[in-house]
């Protein structure tokens, strides 16, 4: 358990929890997040938020049909979509007292010792000032998540976070998906699944249970999530996998409660 009372904490939300399966903004789940991680803040936490959706927010601003194929109308769909959610958690945030700033990033800001070290300089100042930063790749100029889904250092928001959390020297990370967490079988197809709640090493058993993408508005899947986890936990720094659709959980999450599977720091209980 813990002995730390205050932390820096990076809450990286996928698109399928900020969206209904219409490809709608999901505005509960927002306003629910918004509330809880500035209430978090009020507590003297450090919160630093990676948000994904820019593109499906984009696709249903646009009244698009479905999700854009071509590579330049997803990232003009992801134009549009990360100014309508930044408007958003810009006014709701602000509902709670608390101010927000965009920061958009691709592989060469993390990947490049210099502008690195401005990065983490600016992620400092910001939380100095009791700002939370929310984070997205700047999927407009960046095509390594939207076309490939492969790239040196980004392509997934969930290996984004990560690098973000291990640059801002976080204390924990945590991934709220649509998914409970790690089980030891697919869920979907056997009853008899258990949930993992700890996980202290990256065996070839655990790495095994990485499935494939994630949900159709989202590109993650389970083992994007395990190379976050690779990520945080040679960082130093724990890593929880919960579901988004229970906000409420990031109370017992950062209280070191077992809530979806916490992957343990190297080094760590």
């Not at 601003?61 to 990232?75: C, E, I, N, V």
Request: hydrophobic fraction near 40%.
């Amino acid at each position: 358990m813990w002995q730390k009372t205050c932390y820096r904490i990076v809450v990286k939300v996928g698109t399928s929890t900020l969206t209904h399966d219409t490809g709608a903004l999901n505005l509960r789940h927002m306003e629910r997040l918004s509330r809880i991680l500035a209430d978090l803040s009020g507590m003297g936490h450090e919160i630093i938020l990676v948000s994904s959706g820019a593109i499906a927010i984009g696709t249903a601003k646009l009244s698009l049909a479905q999700r854009p194929s071509d590579l330049r109308m997803k990232q003009a769909a992801a134009a549009v979509g990360q100014c309508r959610m930044m408007h958003l958690y810009d006014k709701l945030f602000a509902e709670y007292n608390r101010t927000v700033a965009q920061i958009l990033l691709t592989g060469d800001d993390v990947d490049d010792p210099v502008r690195a070290e401005h990065l983490s300089g600016t992620f400092e100042a910001l939380l100095k000032l009791g700002v939370i930063p929310v984070v997205n790749e700047n999927d407009s100029v960046s095509s390594a998540e939207i076309e490939t889904g492969r790239h040196k250092v980004l392509g997934d928001n969930d290996t984004l976070s990560a690098i973000v959390a291990k640059l801002c020297r976080a204390d924990l990370l945590i991934l709220l998906s649509d998914i409970d967490g790690l089980y030891d079988a697919d869920p979907r197809s056997n009853p008899d699944a258990r949930l993992i709640h700890r996980v202290g090493a990256l065996t070839p058993e655990i790495l095994e249970l990485g499935g494939g993408a994630g949900t159709l508005r989202g590109t993650g899947g389970m083992a994007t999530k395990l190379s976050a986890a690779e990520i945080a936990m040679s960082g130093g720094f724990d890593m929880v996998i919960a579901n988004g659709s229970r906000m409420e959980a990031l109370y017992d999450i950062v209280a070191g409660r077992d809530v979806g599977t916490r992957f343990l720091a190297k080094g760590g209980d």
